[in-house]
């Protein structure tokens, strides 16, 4: 396992460049975010998150690309370094709405659901930060959803 240093440290190198990013997260929120998650690795086709299935997990991508495949298996989008998946089961409180699929090697930070919990009970701002964040996300995500519809 790499020192989380070395985890933070990748993380912020690709958080300037990621298309959705979780843009409203403080460097400091970040070494938290890390603190608290473990580096893990998907090899090519292998699934990150299961539709139907709770994980209790999300997902930042580090490094690698992943598709995201919609129950009729329809490649919904594709997410590179800095972006985040499991994020809508996380706000639910439950099941997965998609599946996640490495499309390369992948490295990412798994953050527990808990983790995340314990996180926001200590820190609310950085909480208020996340949930932000998310939102904006997922508001730009629907945006290119409806505008490809067109």
């Known amino acids: 396992m790499q020192p989380r240093d070395t985890v933070t440290d990748r993380l912020l190198s690709v958080l300037p460049t990621a298309k959705n990013r979780l843009e409203y997260l403080t460097p400091n929120d970040w070494a938290l975010l890390a603190d608290r998650s473990k580096l893990v690795t998907f090899t090519k086709d292998e699934v990150l ?9 999300v997902y930042v991508v580090v490094n690698g690309t992943a598709r995201v495949e919609g129950a009729d298996k329809a490649v919904i989008a ?8 499991g ?9 997965a709405a998609a ?3 490495a499309t390369n090697n992948v490295e990412a930070c798994a ?7 314990d996180l926001f009970e200590l820190f609310p ?6 949930y932000r ?7 730009r995500r629907l945006r290119e959803q409806i505008s490809s519809k067109r």
């Open 133 to 139: 964040s998310l939102a904006v996300n997922l508001s």
């Open 99 to 101: 599946t996640v699929t």
């Open 111 to 117: 953050i527990e659901w808990s983790g995340l919990n």
């Open 78 to 85: 594709t997410l590179g370094p800095g972006e985040v998946c």
């Open 125 to 130: 701002h950085m909480g208020s930060r996340f």
């Open 87 to 95: 994020e809508m089961a996380f706000l639910e409180n439950g099941v």
């Open 49 to 57: 998150i299961h539709s139907g299935k709770q994980t209790r997990t």
